[in-house]
């Protein structure tokens, strides 16, 4: 194995770099770091919205314009190969939540089915204490809390947000509610995270143990058509399938901040509805700076296995997701990411003639480790990629077209055009000159 020298590291940009050199994207690497300054932006308004989940697996606000650096829950208190934690840039899309009153389930905009809702001083994951206890009745019935969707498109997925904590109850039932009237019905475990029985309409994910005993748990599923309301909700089972039961008056469990996402298929960061009206998120756009020209040369990228990953085969982004693009939105372009509908890991040039393509299905795994070779750009039989995800090199792609400057010297991080957004944390992302193999570039501290 041939070491990767100083010299030879072109760009490194996340988490690992943040905590190793102080820079968010450096170039070099041991004592011979220099920073290379990335510039981000997110048109934040007067009001932050964009949160994060931080190292005490509180969730926080950023502030305006300001990039977040995400701890995945599931992965706290763990150290990387390097002895560092996991984290990294949380790069996002566009978002809204039209729920209204995302933290107040006892406002009238709230539905309720055999349940009160009470805010009494109990600690929330955002280190408040606004969490609701769903105190359900004395009926035999489901005990639940909900609201409407306000103009779902028919026949388009929907994307619900839910925070959960266990109290008497240690399960959750998840209501769907379409256009067509038929009620669906999913299930967790909050006493450990674990899925119970999940409708085959739904496609549910829930995170690592957030601060305070929550868990977030997301769920996308068909409006469908028809003359019925839509609606989403949650409440407290009896245990795997248990939604019909006698209350006893004072059971249920904690719920807290509630998120619709009108005709979207994924769920995103949540964003507090302190009103009646709709709070929007605006993008994230990182880029840095690239110094070089079309070359022979390998780059690792390491992702915490985002949403999308596991998302059933109903469920469609419609465009990648990409994790970097070296050109920004400008052709002739190097970019890797993902194909949520393959459920596979890409590498591309992408050129005004011919493009170069391959792919690899992506593994298991929470750390996603892919690298990409990028060779020949500027020779006259044109450049080519390849692909490893864990288990060895793949072939080369057929040859893209020749180019010898890239669209403009910028790697977007996080995102390509418009619509390719990551939607996740960027943990490490590595450029190196030449090609190199993937123990080569793990190798590099």
Not at 209 to 222: A, P
Not at 315 to 337: H, S, Y
Request: net charge neutral; with cysteine; proline share 5%.
């Amino acid at each position: 194995m041939t070491e990767v020298l100083p010299r030879d590291i072109l760009l490194r940009v996340g988490g690992r770099t943040l905590h190793r050199t102080g820079f968010l994207a450096a170039m070099g690497a041991g004592r011979g770091y220099v920073e290379v300054k990335e510039t981000f932006g997110r048109a934040d308004g007067v009001t932050p919205v964009a949160t994060f989940i931080d190292r005490d697996l509180s969730i926080r606000t950023a502030a305006a314009d300001k990039l977040r650096i995400e701890y995945p829950p599931a992965l706290a208190g763990l150290l990387d190969f390097a002895g560092l934690p996991y984290c990294g840039p949380l790069l996002e899309g566009p978002g809204a939540n039209r729920w209204q009153f995302s933290d107040d389930q006892t406002n009238a905009a709230w539905l309720s089915n055999g349940l009160t809702s009470v805010i009494g001083g109990d600690p929330d994951p955002d280190g408040g204490n606004t969490a609701c206890h769903t105190v359900e009745n004395v009926a035999n019935t489901s005990h639940i809390v909900g609201q409407n969707f306000p103009a779902a498109t028919d026949n388009t997925r929907q994307s619900v947000t839910w925070h959960a904590a266990k109290k008497e109850r240690t399960w959750a039932v998840i209501r769907s509610f379409p256009k067509d009237g038929v009620a669906k019905f999913s299930y967790v475990n909050l006493a450990t995270g674990a899925k119970g029985t999940i409708d085959a309409s739904h496609d549910i994910s829930v995170s690592g143990l957030l601060k305070n005993g929550f868990y977030r748990i997301t769920m996308s599923f068909d409006a469908k058509a028809g003359g019925s309301t839509p609606s989403a909700w949650i409440g407290g089972a009896t245990g795997d399938l248990g939604i019909i039961f006698v209350g006893d008056g004072a059971s249920g469990i904690y719920v807290w901040r509630g998120q619709f996402e009108k005709d979207v298929a994924i769920a995103s960061s949540p964003i507090k509805t302190p009103g009646a009206g709709v709070v929007t998120r605006a993008a994230d756009n990182l880029t840095v700076p690239v110094f070089w020209g079309p070359m022979d040369c390998t780059i690792l990228t390491r992702i915490y296995r985002p949403v999308w990953a596991d998302a059933g085969a109903a469920v469609d982004l419609l465009l990648p997701p990409t994790a970097f693009q070296l050109g920004d939105n400008a052709t002739p372009n190097i970019r890797g990411g993902g194909v949520q509908a393959a459920r596979s890991w890409y590498g591309y040039i992408d050129t005004a003639g011919a493009d170069s393509n391959q792919t690899a299905a992506i593994p298991a795994g929470l750390e996603q480790v892919t690298l990409r070779q990028y060779k020949n750009l500027a020779a006259a039989a044109g450049g080519q990629v390849a692909l490893d995800v864990g288990a060895g090199l793949g072939g080369f792609a057929a040859a893209a077209t020749q180019f010898f400057t890239f669209g403009n010297q910028i790697m977007a991080i996080g995102r390509g055009t418009v619509g390719q957004e990551l939607y996740g944390v960027i943990l490490d992302h590595i450029v190196a000159r030449g090609l190199r193999t993937l123990g080569e570039m793990l190798a590099i501290k």
